[in-house]
């Protein structure tokens, strides 16, 4: 179950979320370009960056809560910039950001993030533009001559924001729309199109790279 935040932490945090486990499983943990504060069985950790499928072993009665912060949006609230944190789960106390805070439970997750937003900077205001220009399937050098940027300066700026280059972005942000038009019952065909691939073997390939099986068995997954 997903639920707004605050609406004074809306700019940076995408949403609240709860699951309880009713039977158990493995869940295929796909790349968003999200980076998530998990209060789970084994306590608090924050979910970095994927660049590939993350497989979690969901036990019966198992709960999770989380904060999910928008792509590009989570700066240093870690204290550890988000590279650091790509493809890793990391326990909150080895955190320089939050490893001096004391949380009871999974109900001052958000709190814990209202206050590390106060005192961190903000993240980079052109990363929402970073991505969508990313987004159609273009060549990086043209993104960045659109953007006016050079190729260095894109990748540098989508690695502070996002974690990882903006090869990756544009694979993750494809990936992503895919599977929303995937989960609307849009044919194969038009969703490789409308995502920005060249054609349904280059969005197979890449949707296989990135979350370990086919979209049609994605979508059949809890």
């Not at 950790?45 to 590009?72: I, K, N, S």
């Not at 950001?97 to 052109?126: I, M, N």
Request: proline residues 11%.
């Amino acid at each position: 179950m997903e639920r707004p935040p605050h609406p004074a932490l809306a700019g940076r945090v995408a949403c609240v979320w709860s699951q309880v486990i009713v039977t158990g499983y493995t869940q295929p943990v796909v790349p968003d370009g999200c980076v998530d504060l998990i209060w789970g069985p084994e306590g608090p950790h924050v979910a970095g960056p994927d660049t590939g499928p993350h497989p979690v072993l969901m036990m019966p009665g198992d709960r999770y809560e989380g904060v999910r912060f928008r792509p590009g949006a989570v700066g240093e609230v870690f204290g550890v910039p988000p590279a650091a944190l790509r493809d890793e789960r990391v326990p909150m106390d080895l955190l320089p950001g939050l490893s001096g805070l004391r949380l009871d439970g999974p109900a001052d997750l958000l709190r814990a993030v209202a206050g590390r937003l106060g005192e961190t900077p903000p993240p980079d205001p052109a990363a929402g533009a970073l991505a969508r220009a990313l987004a159609d399937g273009s060549r990086i050098g043209e993104v960045a001559c659109d953007l006016g940027l050079s190729e260095r300066q894109l990748h540098r700026r989508c690695t502070a924001a996002f974690g990882y280059g903006p090869k990756t972005l544009q694979r993750v942000v494809r990936f992503q729309r895919a599977l929303r038009l995937a989960r609307a019952g849009r044919p194969l065909a038009d969703i490789a199109a409308y995502s920005g691939y060249t054609d349904q073997s280059h969005m197979a390939n890449d949707v296989r790279r990135l979350a370990g099986m086919t979209l049609g068995q994605l979508l059949t997954r809890p």
